[in-house]
């Protein structure tokens, strides 16, 4: 079956269909990780969005339930150049196709996407329609033009945790774990270390693998609503404050911006993604939305502290506008590629965020000593 990918400035890719049939909208940008895809697919950040794969091979080791970063699928359709629909992966349960089915998500492949990201990269982002319904270029363009992009959009409420909960309170969930050489059955657990730090986790749409590389780090965490007020976080006495990514416009959260304001001062505060935007605001500062985002596990970024260069990955459209922010916050972190602020800390209070992904899941692993730095920042104030 055909499908069409229309953007609304009026150019459209044709393809093939391949998951679910139907049609849908949502703004498209593109991810140059060149593995990860269930992760990308299952990151509550692209809520709202249709991403489109830069790495020309897709789908060749399959899906399993053990590399889903939430409970769900988030994105709104999906396209790639070429589909593998016989994946090679003894972890593999189902094929990309029949995974894209069974969450009834559409799909395009044989699109050329180098075209679409020099086309998103000049342009800019922007909504799309991908459709395999019987409707002609214009009227799928002008689906694109009348559907939701990110821009004024709080998807936070619509993927965040509905009551608090604690994770992984019998130590089964974030346990490090490898495959023994040469034996794919014989799976090697280590033992976690002792909680040592009680920490409440804001969940403005928080990946799975962000909760287990904080408890590796010695965290116990209580998973909180987005909405949940400085009070009632207080009152649950944490050693510290944590504040994930998620998806959507942070100019719209003006409840989070609010309740983070309120935890200035009061406890230590380690925020990133989104969770890092959504500080800047509680700092009194302002974020932009960028040409086309940052989405992959290649973006170089600068410690300006110590000069050091990380590897990072990275799922964002907007950024911090470093002009807004008051002079008792420094600036850490630059992305090399184009100069945004990709880390700021507070001169006099324990707070520190990062734009990136220290927990990468998939992606280099150069920023996970963040967890330890969060740590260190607690066991400063006791």
């Excluded at 009680?198 to 909760?211: F, M, P, Q, T």
């Excluded at 002079?327 to 972190?333: A, R």
Aim: aromatic share 8%; charged share 20%.
């Amino acid at each position: 079956m055909k499908a069409l990918l229309a953007l609304e400035d009026g150019r459209t890719f044709e393809g093939e269909s391949f998951g679910a049939t139907g049609t849908r909208v949502g703004e498209v940008c593109f991810n140059t990780s060149m593995t990860g895809y269930q992760e990308v697919l299952t990151d509550p950040s692209y809520r709202g969005q249709i991403v489109a794969m830069t790495y020309p091979h897709i789908g060749n080791y399959g899906t399993n339930a053990l590399d889903e970063e939430s409970r769900e699928p988030h994105v709104r359709a999906f396209v790639v150049e070429e589909l593998t629909d016989i994946p090679s992966s003894w972890r593999s349960e189902l094929s990309l196709n029949d995974y894209l089915k069974r969450w009834n998500i559409p799909g395009v492949q044989g699109t050329d996407t180098r075209a679409l990201t020099r086309h998103l990269r000049e342009r800019g982002a922007m909504k799309a329609c991908v459709t395999t319904a019987p409707i002609s270029a214009e009227q799928a363009v002008e689906k694109a033009r009348l559907g939701e992009g990110v821009v004024g959009m709080d998807y936070v409420r619509e993927v965040s945790t509905a009551a608090p909960y604690n994770w992984d309170p019998h130590d089964q969930e974030s346990t490090l774990w490898s495959v023994a050489s040469g034996n794919a059955d014989e799976v090697r657990a280590q033992a976690l270390p002792p909680v040592r730090h009680r920490i409440v986790a804001y969940d403005y749409g928080i990946k799975e693998n962000i909760l287990r590389r904080l408890r590796q780090a010695g965290f116990g965490a209580t998973v909180v609503p987005a909405a949940t007020s400085a009070d009632e976080v207080l009152a649950l006495n944490p050693d510290g404050v944590f504040l994930s990514n998620g998806p959507g416009d942070p100019g719209t959260l003006d409840y989070a911006h609010q309740a983070i304001n309120g935890l200035m001062g009061k406890t230590p505060i380690f925020g990133i993604c989104l969770g890092h935007q959504v500080l800047g605001y509680a700092f009194g500062g302002r974020t932009f939305k960028l040409k086309f985002g940052h989405r992959g596990g290649n973006q170089p970024v600068q410690d300006l502290l110590t000069g050091k260069v990380a590897i990072t990955s990275q799922n964002h459209g907007f950024a911090v506008d470093a002009e807004s922010l008051p002079s008792e916050v420094e600036v850490t972190h630059v992305n090399l590629n184009d100069g945004t602020v990709e880390g700021m800390r507070h001169r006099e209070l324990p707070i520190f965020s990062v734009q990136y992904h220290p927990e990468a899941a998939p992606g280099p692993h150069d920023a996970g000593y963040f967890f330890s730095q969060f740590a260190e920042l607690i066991e400063s104030q006791r």
